[in-house]
């Protein structure tokens, strides 16, 4: 059941990134944030009612309110890094720097949660690596016509600290804290984070991009709230591994580059279907040795 919780959840970040890709045209990256986490708290406030009320399944103590607002701050920080370079970036990159995350994540439960890879699976992470390392020479192909450098560095920090996020999802779980009573609260605290940082940015007036309403914004709350619930049961599940989990949740990366490659009509498709094909081969191997 774990598995499929996770397969849910690499389906909806897939029309997760389409749609947020869709919402950051000519669009500032900050308040479209602020808009998506907003919705998400109103999305979740029944949840929130029901932690405030008391509900068990909901309820935080003063520490996990803390430790709750952590998370928030490490996947506001990951997001607005995430958002910025997907605006600027192709979707088919953008979508295949975010399939490294997995390749992470299982670094850190090897050393936090005591996971670990056999031979097999040590191949899919060398061929995850490779994917990666394809990826930044795509966007090397591309710089002079785009200048894309500066965000596939944005990228590949903002997959580091979404990956730090997701152990520390599992870390929450296994520390007796419900899926409910994380959804009920880190959008909140997501939101009074990103009211600072538009007010700041408002005040400086350093944004070069108007705010302009995109209904996919809404499309966008509505899909990583499935993604994350989904994610949360999935490391529930005592049996579950953080690392396959993870893997399997970056599938998403080929919703992604379908889309930008048949609706987008990205150019260098022979490179990027290249860069497809090992990390599928990747993930194959991790799901493979998992098994044996």
């Keep these: 059941m774990w598995i499929l919780l996770a397969v849910i959840s690499s389906i909806s970040l897939g029309f997760f990134d389409i749609f947020k890709k869709l919402s950051l045209e ?3 990256v900050f308040v479209v944030l602020l808009i998506n986490v907003l919705l998400c708290t109103i999305i979740v406030s029944p949840l929130t009612i029901m932690s405030l009320a ?6 935080l103590s003063a520490h996990g309110h803390v430790l709750i607002a952590l998370k928030s701050l490490i996947v ?16 088919s990159i953008s979508g295949s720097i975010n399939a490294a995350r997995p390749i992470l994540v299982l670094f850190g439960a090897i050393m936090l949660f005591g996971e670990r890879p056999n031979s097999i699976q040590w191949l899919g992470i060398i061929l995850g690596f ?31 600290l ?9 870390w929450l779980i296994v520390n007796c804290y419900t899926p409910l009573a994380i959804e009920a609260w880190y959008p909140f605290y997501q939101t009074v984070i990103m009211i600072a940082i538009v007010a700041v940015e408002h005040y400086h007036k350093r944004s070069i991009d108007r705010f302009h309403w995109n209904k996919n914004i809404i499309v966008i709350s509505v899909f990583i709230i499935i993604a994350d619930l989904a994610y949360f049961y999935s490391l529930s599940y005592p049996e579950s591994l953080v690392s396959i989990a993870s893997m399997i949740r970056r599938g998403s990366s080929l919703v992604a580059f379908f889309y930008g490659i ?22 194959t191997l991790i799901i493979i040795g998992s098994l044996n």
């Design 26 to 28: 000519r669009n500032n």
């Design 54 to 59: 008391g509900n068990e399944s909901c309820a």
């Design 76 to 91: 506001t920080i990951s997001w607005l890094l995430g958002f910025a370079s997907m605006k600027y970036l192709p979707l």
């Design 130 to 160: 490779v994917s990666l390392l394809w990826v930044g020479f795509i966007g090397r192909k591309e710089k002079a016509e785009k200048g894309l450098g500066i965000w596939i560095v944005f990228g590949i920090l903002s997959i580091a």
């Design 162 to 170: 979404w990956a730090a996020s997701g152990l520390y999802d599992k």
């Design 262 to 283: 048949v609706v987008l009509k990205e150019k260098n498709l022979r490179l990027k279907i290249i860069d497809q094909i090992i990390l599928i081969a990747g993930m």
